[in-house]
């Protein structure tokens, strides 16, 4: 699930404003290797990879892995794993093997399921499950989400083994199902069942990217935190009644009141290596009070004042705390009659360092006034932030730099969810980062006409050749 939407127009917006034009670097790979992802790409986009009766992710899994072994890959080095319980749910995983170096794989992963896509959503002249190219972009449900990293790794696989590339390091791919929702999610199942083909220092995944606006390049995003994700259900009772008999105590009243107390509470500002980066990051390139706000609430989380100010932009609110919001209503069984039972679903994206348990306390805490009930649905999946390294920083940097010099590196937790948590959980740090870049004003990922720039995708091809060149270190064969 692509965060695009989650960085945030004020940014963006000041970004656009501040950077200098500079000159933009025509950087995409070879000629054949572009023919190649394209071949790839569109290939994948007209298989359906949903999660419904008509999608299934095993044949997407073997069409790339047979790509692979057209390309001279060896058998013992390409898996379609497919849960025994799950025959559509299948998964790639290939091996690119390096020199025995004792350093550990860098893990790239990819998920090639995508959302549902009906027909009807889309314009006439669109269809979700045909790849079409018009006026500058590819069209297909998954352009952006998560296909096309799909298909740049598989591509780019296949252009270092032609090119006689040897890494210092092995190279693994896993593609993967389910991340999008549905019984059998792939990294969970591969971690559960196949570890050892995916265990690796680190991981890209997506989760990052690029900002555009106007057209113009804004900053190269890499995703290294995400928040937990965890929902409640808050419950009122009573014993109920006929409606012309009402008394003050109705189990929906009570509910609205515990209700509103969580939309009027604000958990306290937490920060991370992650967020006092990205925030540190912007200031400058903000400016003006909000910019000054930045560098305040890293200086001092508790300035109140500062607070404030960058509450006005919910991307800077969600990501400076947990946030919890009511997502869903019940209650009631007649419409003549009080209720006995009302209840809803609250959602929470809790900062990675807050305990679950202490967030449930404090939303049971607002909700004991109006005797109702939290319970907790399910359990949050701890996902530790990834460190900043320099190994894995200092390369996207470098290449950001060389690609489309100007443009800035920030690091940002997702106030949403990806399958890096996962990994993140088992000890795997993961860095999501494409170097591929959209507008902020057009997201399009999830939704309707769903598309990609197609200068854009041939330069994330680049960059991430690039950059999986640089991380995993080795030269051509000799």
Known sequence: MRNASSIFAAVALAFALSLPNAARAQTTPPQEYMDLARD?????????????????????????????LDAGFPEEDVHVLVPDDAPTKGNLVARYRGRDSGQKPVLLLAHIDVVEALPEDWSPDLDPFTFLERDGFYYGRGVTDDKDEAAIYTANLIRMKQEGFVPDRDIIVALTADEEGGPRNGVAYLLEEHRDLIDAAYALNEGGGGMEKDGRKISNNVQAAEKKFQSFTFRGTNPGGHSSLPVPKNAIYDLSGALLAVQNHDFPVMLNEVTEAFFSGSADLVGGEMGEAMRRIVSNPADAAADEVL???????????????????????????????AEATVNC????SHDPEEVQATLQELAAPYDVEVVGAGQATPSPPSPLTDEVMGPIQRITEQMWPGVTVLPVMSTGATDGLYLRREGIPVYGVSGLFGDMDDVRAHGQDERISIQNFYEGQEFLYRLVKALTGGGIAQ
């Open 40 to 68: 790839i790409f569109s290939e994948l986009i007209e298989i359906n990879t949903t999660n419904s009766e008509r999608g299934n992710n095993t044949t997407a899994a073997r069409a790339l892995a047979r790509h692979l």
């Open 311 to 341: 509450s006005q932009e919910p991307g800077y609110y969600s990501r400076l705390r947990t946030t919890c919001v009511a997502t869903m209503l019940r209650g009631g069984h007649a419409q003549n009659a009080l209720p006995q039972l």
């Open 349 to 352: 994206r809790i900062f990675p």
